[in-house]
């Protein structure tokens, strides 16, 4: 296993999106200058359990379902940035995710919208 003081540089809340309207909280733990870049991903069942897709949404699908402004901004070391968010539609789940290259190790940490069917218990 790898360590570094830079291996948990970087921070998101909340990890659970559970209103339409707020704000992420972006936050670089670390003692370098990180660009970092939101990007939406869809989700997908590994072992019976969601995780974020492999690649990003192509930007206007990405749009679609969540507008963030700034989605790429720097950080500089122990900075912390607020970004508001708004979800466009209730379906479907998705991740978002900020993302910051660090040294050859590329860093994402999540943040779920769980669609309403997603949600809510189904009926017998």
């Known amino acids: ?6 291996a948990l540089a970087l921070g998101l809340s909340p990890l659970v999106l559970e209103q339409r309207r707020g704000v992420l909280q972006v936050s670089n733990n670390s003692d370098r200058l990180q660009r970092v870049e939101l990007q939406v991903f869809r989700v997908r069942q590994v072992q019976g359990r969601s995780t974020a897709d492999l690649t990003p949404l192509p930007p206007a699908e990405a749009e679609a379902l969540i507008r963030l402004r ?5 950080l500089g070391p122990g900075a912390s ?9 209730d379906q479907p789940s998705f991740y978002v995710c900020g993302t910051s290259l660090q040294g050859l190790v590329q860093a994402r940490i999540c ?3 769980r669609s ?3 949600s809510t218990p189904r009926q017998p």
Do not use: C, D, G, Q
């Open 1 to 6: 296993m790898v360590t570094s003081s830079h």
């Open 70 to 74: 700034p989605s790429v901004f720097r």
């Open 81 to 89: 940035r607020v970004i508001p968010y708004s979800v466009a539609t």
């Open 111 to 113: 943040s779920r919208w």
């Open 116 to 118: 309403v069917s997603a």
